[in-house]
Every structure is written in C-alpha cells, then in structure tokens.
C-alpha cells in the first residue's frame, strides 16, 4: 500500500508543475460549463415571424395579436415577393399570409384558411413554431366564438420539477456530467502516455510496483484530482444556475466518485494504448468526447439515439451519471429507485481496472 | 529576374511534394483528415435527434368509462405517448414520474362520464416531466393539440366545423422534418474546423519539435516557401475532406443539394483557410505537438460551441449572439445550411460570405506573419 500512496504523491506533484495541464484541469472546464450552460439552448425565444395581411378587417389584426401575445414570437419584416422571400433571406424563421377575406369568414362563422410556411432547416424551432401557431389559432377561436370554443374535457397541463421551463435546469446538470467525464479522462490519458512517451514506464517495470499497484496509484492520484475539478463545477453551477441538490446526497457523492473513478480509468487505458501524448489525446478525444456528448442524453432524449449506436450508450458511464445529475439536482428522485446508476458505473470502473492492469501487466517484465 | 521566379516556383514546387508525402506517410494524420469526419458524421447524424415521440405515459383512470378509454386512446394514436403501467394510484403514478420511470402522466376524474352527460366542463391532470425543458415544452404543446381535437369530436353534434382559424402550414426545405438534415451541414462545418486546425498545426510544430524546420530554413528557400508549402497541399487535401463529407451526407443521410456547388466549394475553401491560420496561430506559440493539441481545446471549444453548429444561435442568449459574430465558424455554418438546404445563392448570403472572407484574410496574414517572425 505505501508504494500506492508515494505514487500518488508522485503523481500530484508531477500534475502541479505543468501550467498548461493545470489550466486544462481547472480554467477550461469552468470555460466549458459556461458555453454549455449558457449558450446551449435548444428552444428559441423570440422568434421572428413575417405576416403578411391582406386583410384589412379588424379581426385579422386581433388574430395578429394573439399570434404575438407570447412573446415566443415576434413580428419581422416581410421581405421579399412571395411567402419564401422573408425565408430565403433569413430575416424570419415562418412567413403567414392572411388572405383578404379572413375577417370575413371569421365574422360569419366559417373557417378561414391562413397560409403558414415555416423553415425547417431547425427542425426543433419548427415543431415550437408549428404548435405557437395551432396555439394561437384555437386561443383566438376560443375567444371568439363560445359555443364553438367550448370544451368539455380541459387538460391542466403542469410541468413537474421545472414549471418555469428553464432549460438551464435540463443543460447544467448535464453538462457537469459531460464535463467531469472529458476532462479527467484526459489529464489521465495525459499522465499515462507521459510515461511512455519519455520511457520512464520502464523504470516501473523493472520496480517492484506491480501493474495492479501502478493502475491504482495513478486511478487514485487522479480520482483525487478530479473530485477538486467536481467540487469547482458543482459550486459554480450552484452559484450560477441556482442548482440545489434535492435528491439524495449519499446516493449523489457516491455515484460521484464511481463516476470519477471510471472517467480516470478510461483515460488510463487509452494512455496505455497509445504510443504518444497527442495519440492519447486524440484517441480520448475521438472515442470519448463524442459519444459523451452525443450518446449520453445530454442534449436530447436517449430513446431518440438510432438503434445499433443506442446499444453503446449503455455501456457509457456518462449516460449513467447524466441520470443522476438530473436526479440529485433537479428531480429529487428515490434512493432505492436509482441504484442501478452507481452499480453500473463502478462495473465500468472496475472492468477498465481490470483490462487496463492486465494490458500493462502483459508489457511488464517478470521479476 | 526571370530567374528568380522560376527558382522560386521550383523550390516550391520540390517542397510542396516533399509536404504531401510527408502528410500521406503519417497515419494519424490520415485518420484526421478522412476517418475522424466520416465517424463524426455518422455519430451526430445518428444519435441527435430532437424528435418528441414514444414518451412514457402513465395513466390513473378513476372513470373507467368509455369516453375515458377513448380520451386515453386519442393521446397515443400519433406516437407521441406510450402507455407505461402507472401503478394505479396518484401517488404511485406521482413516484414514477419523479424517479424517472415515466415521463408523463395523466389522471382522469371519477366523474367524467356524469359531467359529461349533464355537460358540464370536467378538467382531466396531466403531469409531464419538465426536466428537459425542450421536449415538455412540445410534449405540452401536443397534449392541447390532441385535447382540443378530442373535444371537437365529442361536439361534432353542434354541426360547426371545429376550427375557426385554420393554418395550412407548410415546411419549408424540410418538410418532413428529418432532423438529421439540421445536424448534418452543421457537422460537416464542425469537423472541418477541427481537422484544418489540428492536421495544420501538426504539421508544422512537427518541424519545429523535431529541428528539421532549422535545417529547412539553412536551404535557399524563405520563410513565405515554406509556409506555403504547408498551406497548398494542406488545402487541397483538406478540400477532399469536403467532399468525402459531402458523400456521407449524400448517400448515407439523403440530405438534398440545393444550391450552388461551386459557392459551397467556395466558401468551404474560405473555412479551410480560417482553419488552416488558427492551426499555424497554434503552432506558432506551441513548443512541441502536445503543447498545440492541449492549446487547441482552449480555442475549439468556444469556436464550435458559439457556431450554432448544433445549438441554433437564435435559441442564445445574446451576448453569446453578440460574441459569435467574433466567431468565423459561424458564417461559415449558416452559410453551408442555407446553400445546402434552402438553395440560396450568393445575393441572399453574400454578407456571411464576405464576413468569412475577411476573416480568412486577416487570420492568414495575422498567423503567418507571426509564425515567419519566429523563424529569424
């Protein structure tokens, strides 16, 4: 056990000395967690619409009205000769044309057709636009005409953990995920490939450490590193985004630490497959940042993953721990509900300890 | 005089081929340059999608009546709700959704059926998880959709038409909303930038970290050689990039070509070169390869997540609107979305285009002239 515990010394000395590396691991994910708390939004507000009226009526412009009472979308110039002008110049994301006979048909009880093109190039921002749209319509109907309006079963809608639907709620706690799974895997992919790289893994290997020990002080050194980079992250989201921790603090620090652990471990393992720092790097960077930010839930639903890539996202622990940030952060889910999260996660951690240990045991020389 | 220059366009000619064999030779730089965009593609294409379908639906149903089966049948007709066991009670129903195992729940009323008959309104509860944000939001939007068109046909024996206002809407250059039609000409732009800076700084820090740039500068040929000897053959195969990027979208995703092919190949050399300054900037106060790949994060991580290549800009707040006007990427980005998807052409684009333009300009000139000082 000592010699696991000066090669964590070792390791945290070396990691203290490179400015660059520290900057990795403290400055760039506080920089990353700002982008993506900030400036990752999914659903415009304010988006611009075109309308086009020739209807000179009143009832068109109390149509109008209702189509900008939301403020989810505002008007914008019409542009252009036909309903595509405003769109193909880019200055609105839906062009509606308002026949002249609407107020008309509307004043008589008849349906009024409306002309509505919407760019959906986003397609998102296009499904929010199409049901503002329907909204508006029926709102406007209702208000009209009674009879007409009237419904008999009325759903009340509520929207649980998140009534204000503040996306910030649904990004941070995943990026922290996100973020505690890059940059600690990289800082040990880092220090892994170092030591290839400049030859001193063959002072190890004719030492006494064994490759289980090696794996271990430099998981540890490392794990130790990363529970810092949490501590940071987690203090900021709160001070920035008004995150509380609402679900259970043993099952949150607990997946936490697996979590961390199976990130380190995985950057091991691709330090010991590459020859050099920036294979390393690249390598960590191709097979690990993609399928953390695309295959883990942290933008879109998991259901909505395509079938044969959906399978790897259950090998994936930052799938896992997007989950629990959620959970703990937003949801305040039950204990006993979410074991399955710091299960897999140390499986994972545990099966990369494993292999990682092995490969290096393989290189190592039999004393 | 004469001689000069053709000393000079032979020298770089001699360089320029000793440079494409040198990137041809290196694998990693191969995988750069033409399997890292092929993945990317395929991951970004496949696995973001922000389709709202297949929620999981719990429904407590105390009418048990047959307006109450058929209320519940019109919320799964579409898709969007799958109906999940609930458990039976609201309190069960209420567990689930707050530990994750459903998304959506719906709690029908008793006396449905008795309010019906005596025509009285009756308000059913439907629970939707708003942790993201996004999907209730539409997740909602769809419930009063199908509520509203429910109703009219429980109302239909009044014998006016449901609707007051009808929108024909229409989608334009997506119409059947295939998400992978938004993500794909964003990618194709991402994962250009990312290659042009990391295949150009790695060529040449590569010089510097091994010495062979100061045996280089011992030969007759300048500075301005031997940078262009890096940009020439970087560009050309970089423009190979685009179009094994553009095959992928092609025959794999089906995105549709509108616009004009020479503009996109255009503009794309345009974002080639913008790539190629940040990747000399990097090497220019780099030491060695990995001080340039680890610099790279630092710069790539605000340029791509400020480009609206996967988050649209509009949905920004705006100061990050504001802020990415700094950004190249993001001219570049709406300018390959409008050409590829809405086949617009350069009196529609031409102030992104010009904007890339000018920044390929200012960070060609900025990044070499910097990188030629280093070199006396």
């Not at chain 1, 490939?193 to 289980?212: A, C, H, M, N, P």
């Not at chain 2, 009756?122 to 109703?151: C, E, H, K, P, W």
Request: net charge positive; glycine share 6%; proline share 4%.
């Amino acid at each position: 056990m000592r010699r696991v515990f000066s090669q964590v010394t070792k390791e945290i000395a070396q990691f203290r000395r490179d400015r660059l590396t520290l900057a990795l691991a403290f400055f760039l994910p506080f920089v990353a967690l700002l982008l993506y708390g900030y400036a990752t939004r999914l659903e415009s507000k304010n988006i611009p619409v075109a309308v086009k009226s020739y209807d000179t009526g009143t009832l068109s412009r109390a149509y109008i009205d209702t189509l900008f009472a939301t403020n989810q979308l505002v008007p914008a110039r019409f542009r252009g000769s036909d309903i595509m002008g405003p769109l193909d110049e880019g200055e609105a994301k839906a062009a509606i044309i308002i026949p002249a006979q609407f107020s008309r048909e509307v004043a008589q009880g008849r349906v009024a057709d409306i002309q509505v093109v919407i760019d959906a190039s986003d397609v998102n921002n296009a499904r929010v636009i199409k049901n503002c749209v329907i909204a508006a319509g029926n709102y406007f109907a209702r208000s009209r005409d009674i009879a007409r309006g009237r419904q008999l079963i009325v759903p009340q809608v509520r929207l649980w953990f998140n009534p204000g639907r503040d996306e910030a709620l649904y990004v941070a706690p995943g990026a922290i995920a996100v973020i505690l799974w890059i940059f600690p895997c990289l800082l040990a992919a880092l220090a892994m490939s170092r030591e290839k790289e400049q030859g001193t893994i063959l002072q190890l290997y004719v030492s006494s450490i064994t490759s289980f020990e090696l794996v271990l002080g430099k998981a540890l050194a490392y794990t130790l590193i990363a529970l810092a980079q949490a501590v940071l992250l987690i203090a900021a989201s709160m001070a920035l985004f008004g995150l509380r921790l609402v679900g259970d603090p043993f099952m949150f620090v607990l997946s936490l630490v697996v979590f961390l652990a199976s990130s380190v471990l995985f950057g091991t393992f691709a330090g010991t497959r590459a020859s050099t720092q920036s294979a390393a790097v690249q390598l960590v960077a191709t097979t690990g940042f993609t399928t953390a930010l695309l295959l883990s839930g942290f933008l879109y639903p998991l259901r909505n993953i395509t079938y044969p890539l959906s399978l790897i996202s259950n090998i994936l622990p930052a799938r896992y721990f997007v989950e629990e940030c959620r959970n703990a952060f937003v949801r305040g889910a039950d204990f006993a509900s979410q074991l399955y999260i710091p299960l897999a996660l140390s499986s994972c951690a545990l099966f990369l300890y494993l292999v990682t240990s092995n490969i290096l045991r393989k290189m190592q020389l039999k004393g | 005089m004469h001689l000069e220059r053709l000393d000079f366009r032979l020298q770089l000619r001699a360089l320029i081929r000793k440079e494409l064999q040198q990137i041809l030779r290196d694998r990693q730089l191969i995988f750069l340059l033409f399997a890292m965009p092929i993945l990317q593609l395929f991951i970004y294409g496949f696995a973001l999608s922000p389709e709202v379908d297949r929620l999981r639906l719990g429904i407590v149903d105390h009418a048990g009546s047959s307006i109450s089966r058929a209320l519940a049948a019109s919320l799964v007709v579409n898709g969007v709700f799958e109906v999940e066991e609930s458990g039976g009670t609201e309190a069960q129903l209420a567990r689930k959704v707050q530990d994750g195992q459903l998304d959506a729940g719906l709690i029908i009323p008793a006396d449905l059926e008795r309010r019906y008959r005596s025509g009285q309104k009756t308000r059913v509860q439907v629970l939707i998880d708003g942790v993201d944000a996004n999907t209730a939001g539409i997740a909602s939007g769809y419930v009063g959709q199908i509520l509203a068109a429910f109703n009219r046909q429980l109302t239909t024996g009044t014998q006016l038409p449901g609707e007051l206002v009808a929108p024909q809407i229409t989608f334009a250059y997506n119409p059947g909303l295939i998400s992978s039609w938004f993500f794909v000409p964003g990618v194709i732009a991402l994962v250009l930038n990312l290659v042009s800076t990391l295949v150009s700084s790695a060529a040449l820090v590569r010089e510097k970290d091994s010495g062979t740039l100061e045996q280089l500068l011992m030969t007759p040929v300048s500075s301005l050689q031997i940078l262009l000897a890096k940009i020439v053959p970087l560009s050309f195969l970089l423009m190979i990039t685009v179009f094994v990027a553009l095959m992928v979208a092609f025959l794999v995703f089906h995105v549709p070509f509108r616009g004009n092919l020479l503009l996109f190949l255009f503009v794309s050399f345009l974002a080639i070169l913008v790539g190629i300054s940040i990747g000399i900037a990097l090497a220019a106060y780099s030491e060695n390869q990995r001080q340039s790949l680890l610099t790279s994060f630092f710069v790539n991580l605000p340029v791509i997540q400020l480009s609206g290549a996967i988050a649209p800009l509009e949905s920004m707040p705006e100061i990050f609107q504001w802020m990415s006007l700094l950004n190249p990427l993001r001219y570049y980005v709406s300018c390959v979305r409008a050409i590829i998807l809405k086949g617009v052409g350069l009196e529609e684009i031409w102030p992104n285009v010009l904007a890339l333009a000018a920044y390929a300009l200012i960070l060609l000139s900025l990044s070499s002239s910097r990188f030629r000082k280093q070199l006396k």
